[in-house]
Nanobody, 115 residues
Framework: QVQLVESGGGLVQSGGSLRLSCAAS????????IVWYRQAPGKQREMVAK???????VYEDFVKGRFTISRDNAKNTVYLQMNSLKPEDTGVYYCYVQHLYRDYWGQGTQVTVSS
């Protein structure tokens, strides 16, 4: 059973930075795409950034130039560096991976950006 554990969330002022981490229980990241999602209060979950197993990085327009996704396959960990945070970035951030045709989500980490 794969487990994903996010960490690094917190309360930050507008313009500040946070670095989220997502650690996997097994060596699955090197062979799969990994995606960061977020869900704001009262809104649907949305994709934020993706790191493909082939090394391609994909960002949604609303985080381009501000967020950076990276991975350390040796540590089975993926990161989301978030800079120039805005109040609209507030939400619960989740990492997601599909492994052997099964979907795995972490428990989420809360990010709150105050204005």
């Amino acid at each position: 059973q794969v487990q994903l554990v996010e960490s690094g969330g917190g309360l930050v002022q507008s313009g500040g930075s946070l670095r989220l981490s997502c650690a996997a229980s097994g060596s699955i990241f090197s062979i799969n795409d990994i995606v960061w999602y977020r869900q704001a209060p009262g809104k649907q979950r949305e994709m934020v950034a993706k790191s493909t197993k082939g090394g391609v990085l994909v960002y949604e327009d609303f985080v381009k130039g501000r967020f950076t996704i990276s991975r350390d396959n040796a540590k089975n960990t993926v990161y989301l560096q978030m800079n120039s945070l805005k109040p609209e970035d507030t939400g619960v951030y989740y990492c997601y991976v599909q492994h052997l045709y099964r979907d795995y989500w972490g428990q989420g980490t809360q990010v709150t950006v105050s204005s």
